[in-house]
């Protein structure tokens, strides 16, 4: 999959979060300064050619919409990151995430639960 810019993943975030948006509000979302709306324009005509973003025209406003889940995007994301640094070992990308991560004791708990429950639905 298509990988986003930083600042194509930040409006990307404001369109999941909202799942429709008018540019005016997007510019809104934006703390300041703000970027010019020609530079938003930019941002989602690319997003469109890579086909996370679509839009309804309402008049002569448009209405933006993402094409792509968030979870799929970065499940995808991980995933590239496990192959490309973990010799797609999901186990070593686990072992570093909880060796190396600030998690404290009642978050590694959280996740010792959450791998039991995996484990308990036989996931693959």
């Known amino acids: 999959m298509i990988q986003l810019s930083k600042a194509e993943e930040q409006l990307m975030e404001m ?9 005016k509000d997007i ?4 703390p300041d300064p703000k970027p010019a709306p020609t530079t938003i324009a930019t941002l989602l005509k690319r997003m469109q050619d890579k086909k ?6 309402y008049g002569n406003s448009r209405a ?3 094409l ?5 995007y970065f499940s995808n994301h991980v995933n590239g990151m496990i192959k490309n640094y973990f010799d797609n070992s999901a186990l070593q990308f686990a072992s570093f995430f909880a ?7 009642a978050e590694l708990e959280d996740l010792k639960k959450i791998v039991e429950d995996q484990i308990k639905k036989g996931k693959p």
Not at 15 to 23: G, P, S
Not at 27 to 30: G, H, L, M, Q, V
Not at 68 to 72: L, N, Q, R
């Open 52 to 57: 996370f973003v679509g839009y309804h025209l």
């Open 68 to 72: 792509v889940k968030k979870d799929d």
């Open 99 to 105: 060796a190396n991560t600030n998690l404290t004791q």
């Open 27 to 30: 510019i809104e979302s934006y």
């Open 15 to 23: 369109i999941w979060k909202n799942e429709t948006i008018f540019m």
């Open 64 to 66: 933006y919409f993402p």
